[in-house]
Every structure is written in structure tokens, then in C-alpha cells.
């Protein structure tokens, strides 16, 4: 039942696990991200395979699709043929939706007791807000998160990415193994309520902290970090490069590196707290030392070094890098729909010693798997057509 990014991240990363995952939509509309392209790609898709976009091929592989309009009894009872056996049932309707529906965690659960229920939502299922509807830069704003991104004299701004819905659903996928490790325990699956507010709060670590206890409100320090120095990006002749120390140790072999071990004598660099303290002055030599070479140079003197350093790449250059390849971060699986019948896609981040991480398929198209899942139920096709005729599924 996954509408929106953050439970389609969970489900995105089912295909780590050998795992059947049937995505339920709604016909003729589908999941919002089928209609989220970018200026000049609809023209790249075959229109008659129905809505679809790069977008949502991006976090839909390995799964099916099928549709069902859960507002006639008829859909909803394939809905909980459907739960009578699943391990895990996902929905991130408003709070109170799905009870509404008749298709809540009371409703699955006596069906299936066994059943692990997942409800992603805006700001979870109680207090005054869970009614309200929650999006990714919303919850990045009202959580703080907005606050301290952005460089220190701009505005505040909103990740790159919907940080938001992918830290909800990477949260709700360990939530549900933890579950189902239990129901291994105790026979029994239960409810998981997460919310994109409650996340967002979550990763505010050590800045949330600092408030809750010392009274510091966090600060936008642009690429670098507040409680290190110097830990930043720094302009080079050919772009920006990223690099940090992050201890007085590693300093120190930067100090060597840059030729620079005089600063090992001041004071006001003696120790990661005075370099804090010092921070302008130390990122205005490490900033000067960088405008007067390339990236590639600055790599070329940290190589071997143990620090952590690299150039800030564009898109094309990261899928470039020489981990790319070998790492299998970049597949393409066919696809009769888009440009040169093939779509490309990022491979798998965890790597498993015994289960091999793989794309088995691509994304489906909108309501793809339907006639084949209602087969798997016992449906006859009879049946089935009567289902189609009447706008069940």
C-alpha cells in the first residue's frame, strides 16, 4: 500500500532479500511518483504501457503491481486474501485512513496475527498533528533539519535528495526485521508506527543534543562540521575537494602533507577545540593552500595518507568512479517502454557474503501483475473479468 517515497525506500531495499513484494495501487492512477518526471522525459516513454517515470522505476524494482479500488468490498477482499499470508503489510495513508477503509492493523491482524504492520506517516499516529499530511521538506523544515543546512549566511535549505522519506523508510526496514525477529519468539507480528517528524528529529544527533542539554542552538556551517576543524570543502583551480581532520593526529599528517608543519607550533591550532575556536583562520590557510591547485593534485598529495579526502563530483562524475564498476553500483535491465528498450538503474549498496544482491527485474507498470496475483489467490478468469468489469481492480 506504499503512495509516497519513504515507504517505497523500504520496499526499495527488500531486494536485498529474496522477498516477494506486491506493490498495491490504485487504477488508473497509481503511485504519485509514476508521474514525476523531469522536463523532456515523458517523450522517452511508450504511453500505452500506462503512467510511469525514471523516478519511480528508481524505487520500484523487484517488486509486482497490481490495482485494486479498496472502496468496493470486492478489491478489498483480494486485499485481505492477499494479507491472510504476507509477513509484512505496509500503508502510509493520514492516520485513521486506513481504519476507515477497514483495512487498519486490528482489521489485517485477525486475519493474520502473524502479520508485521508498517504505517508510515507525517507526524505518527497520535498527538495533534497526526491528522495533518506530511511531505519530506516539510518534515526537514518543522524538524530542524532546514535550520542548519545551507551555508552560514543563506537561507536555509532542504537536502538534495528527499533525505527525509529515505531515513523513514531505511528506519521502518530495520523496525520490521527487529519485528519479525520477535514474532520469531513470540508467534505473534505487531504494529510499527514511524513518522518523517520523528525521523527527522532522530538525525539531529549531536546538534539535538546540544540543545536538550547545553542550551546551543544548532547553526548552517555550509559543508563543514561544528565540532570539528578543519573538516570542510575548499576551492581548488578546477572545482571544490572535501577533506578533514578529524583528530590532532590527523592534523598533523595534513600539516606534513601541505608543507605546513609551523602550524603544529601555534597555539591556536594545538588542539581540535582551538581550531574550532579558530575555525576562520584555519579554513583560510587550508583555502588558500587549495585555490593553488587542482583536485587532482590535492589527491595526488593525501594519497596514502589515511586521511579521508576526494573532490566534490558532479552526478556524471561520481557514476564514474573507479569503485563504480567493480561494485556493480550501475545495471540496466530491459524495458520495452523506454528509449532503446533498456533502463538503467543504481545497483544495490549492501553486498551479502551468502545471498547475492541483485536487480532482478525492473519497475512494473501500473497494474502489470494483477491478472497473475488473482490467478495465485485461486481466482478463475471468469472471475477476474467480472473483477475488471465492475472497477475492482
Known amino acids: 500500500m506504499a503512495r509516497s517515497k519513504a515507504l517505497e525506500f523500504w520496499t526499495y531495499h527488500a531486494y536485498l ?9 490504485q487504477p488508473r492512477v497509481g503511485d504519485d511518483t509514476r508521474h514525476w518526471k523531469v522536463h523532456g522525459e515523458d517523450q522517452k516513454w511508450d504511453k500505452k504501457k500506462g503512467p510511469i ?48 477503509l477497514g483495512i487498519g492493523y486490528n482489521d489485517i491482524s485477525k486475519v493474520n496475527p502473524r502479520v508485521v504492520y508498517a504505517s508510515i506517516s507525517g507526524y505518527g499516529s497520535t498527538g495533534p498533528y497526526a491528522n495533518r499530511a506530511g511531505y519530506d521538506a516539510i518534515a526537514a523544515a518543522e524538524g530542524g533539519l532546514m535550520h542548519i543546512s545551507g551555508e552560514k549566511t543563506g537561507k536555509p535549505v532542504r537536502p538534495g535528495v528527499g533525505m527525509m522519506d529515505m531515513t523513514t ?21 505487531q504494529r510499527i508506527d514511524a513518522s518523517l517528524l520523528e525521523s527527522t528529529l532522530s538525525i539531529l544527533i549531536n546538534i539535538g543534543v546540544n540543545w536538550l542539554n547545553l542550551g546551543i542552538e544548532g547553526q548552517r556551517y555550509g559543508s563543514a562540521h561544528p565540532s570539528i576543524a578543519p573538516y570542510d570543502t575548499y576551492e581548488t583551480k578546477n572545482g571544490y575537494f572535501a577533506m578533514g581532520a578529524n583528530n590532532d593526529r590527523q592534523f598533523k599528517v595534513l600539516c606534513e602533507r601541505f608543507g605546513c608543519v609551523e602550524l603544529l607550533e601555534d597555539e591556536r591550532f594545538a588542539t581540535n577545540p582551538s581550531r574550532v575556536q579558530h575555525r576562520e583562520t584555519i579554513d583560510k590557510i587550508m583555502n588558500d593552500f587549495c585555490k593553488q591547485r587542482t583536485s587532482e593534485e590535492l589527491n595526488e598529495i593525501l594519497k596514502g595518507s589515511g586521511l579521508a579526502h576526494g573532490p566534490v563530483n558532479s552526478i556524471k562524475s561520481a557514476f564514474e568512479h573507479p569503485q563504480v564498476g567493480p561494485r556493480q553500483m550501475v545495471q540496466t535491465k530491459p524495458c520495452d517502454a523506454f528509449e532503446n528498450r533498456a533502463i538503467t538503474m543504481i545497483g544495490p549498496p549492501v553486498k551479502f557474503s551468502e545471498t547475492k544482491s541483485e536487480i532482478r527485474t525492473r519497475a512494473p507498470f501500473l497494474g502489470e501483475h494483477t491478472h497473475e496475483v488473482l490467478q495465485e489467490l485461486g481466482r478463475s478468469d471468469k472471475q477476474i473479468q467480472d473483477l475488471k468489469q465492475m472497477g475492482a481492480v
Do not use: C, M
Open 17 to 25: 532479500q529474496p522477498l516477494s513484494v506486491i506493490k498495491v495501487e
Open 53 to 100: 517515470s525514471v523516478y519511480f522505476t528508481a524505487v520500484n524494482r523487484n517488486k509486482r503491481s497490481i490495482t485494486l479500488d479498496l472502496k468496493k468490498k470486492e478489491a478489498k477482499a483480494v486485499l485481505f486474501d492477499l494479507a491472510k499470508t504476507a509477513d509484512v503489510f505496509l500503508e502510509n495513508f493520514v492516520p485513521g485512513k486506513a481504519d476507515e
Open 169 to 189: 523508510g531505511l528506519y521502518t526496514h530495520g523496525a520490521i526485521l527487529a519485528a519479525l525477529r520477535a514474532r520469531d519468539q513470540t508467534g505473534r507480528g
